[in-house]
């Protein structure tokens, strides 16, 4: 039987108001299963157009919003926890706010979830901010054993692609602030706990390359925050002490490497497609 579900998409002051409307539109109008409602949280104050689009997104839509407005920017991971206590449904969707869901996204992982998984994520196709080029193709481990074991040393799901239980994030502990690792730092705990986990291969999202992202991967800052991360995971006991320290000499090692080798070395090592 079809389950209800809802989509929850954050959006902040740095988001561009066009690949949003897009962002929002390829979740909703275009999806062959579209979501039973829209939770969007707005993680503090946001530009003058950026709010026109919001809000011409909230006009537009053809299910309920849920505009979660919070006062500061908080971060993603308050911010999608606030998300999560106001959707309606256990089922929920990840998206951000700059990339673009295919339309069979959701026909093809809802199936997923209803057939007893706590977590599916997909493939996904990168493409560049201004002509829409295909530079990239992230293709994810599957079966549950195999992202179990891949989770030691690599997240094993693209976070926007994701689609999850409420009640197994909860389970888990929630979205805990971590650097940019507290996707991976909640997926592992979900795969501690037990959640049945899954991934499609198959792309069902346009993940945006934008210029700098592979700036923003490197330096000191990501390295510390790889570092808590390492940590963390080892403090529950999810790897260990050599796998934590081949991990930090790689994940981290890979922080200072030049840029041109970063963007080849976040694919092949680092990212959840492999």
Do not use: C, K
């Amino acid at each position: 039987m079809s389950e209800p579900f809802s989509l929850l998409l954050p959006v902040y002051a740095a988001d561009n108001p066009t690949h949003f409307m897009r962002a929002f539109d390829s979740s909703v109008r275009d999806q062959t299963r579209p979501p039973s409602e829209v939770v969007l949280v707005q993680d503090g104050p946001i530009g003058v157009d950026l709010d026109r689009a919001v809000h011409r997104a909230i006009a537009t839509a053809a299910v309920p919003v849920v505009h979660e407005v919070l006062v500061d920017n908080v971060g993603l991971a308050r911010a999608l926890e606030r998300g999560l206590a106001r959707a309606t449904h256990e089922i929920v969707a990840r998206m951000d706010a700059d990339d673009v869901s295919l339309p069979e996204r959701f026909e093809r992982q809802l199936p997923v979830i209803e057939a007893g998984a706590d977590l599916v994520g997909s493939g996904m196709l990168e493409f560049l901010d201004d002509d829409g080029l295909i530079v990239g193709r992230r293709v994810p481990r599957v079966g549950a054993a195999e992202i179990e074991r891949y989770a030691r040393f690599h997240d094993p799901f693209n976070h926007p692609t994701v689609v999850y239980r409420r009640s197994a994030v909860a389970r888990a502990g929630g979205y805990q602030p971590l650097g940019r690792m507290e996707d991976y730092w909640l997926f592992a705990r979900m795969i501690h706990t037990g959640a049945a986990v899954e991934n499609l291969a198959d792309p069902l999202l346009m993940y945006r390359v934008g210029a700098g992202a592979y700036t923003r991967r490197g330096g000191w800052d990501q390295w510390r925050s790889e570092l808590a991360l390492q940590r963390a995971l080892r403090s529950i006991g999810f790897t260990s002490r050599w796998q934590a320290m081949r991990n930090l000499g790689v994940r981290g090692g890979y922080r200072f490497v030049p840029e041109r080798i970063r963007r080849v070395a976040y694919r092949r090592f680092i990212a959840g497609g492999g």
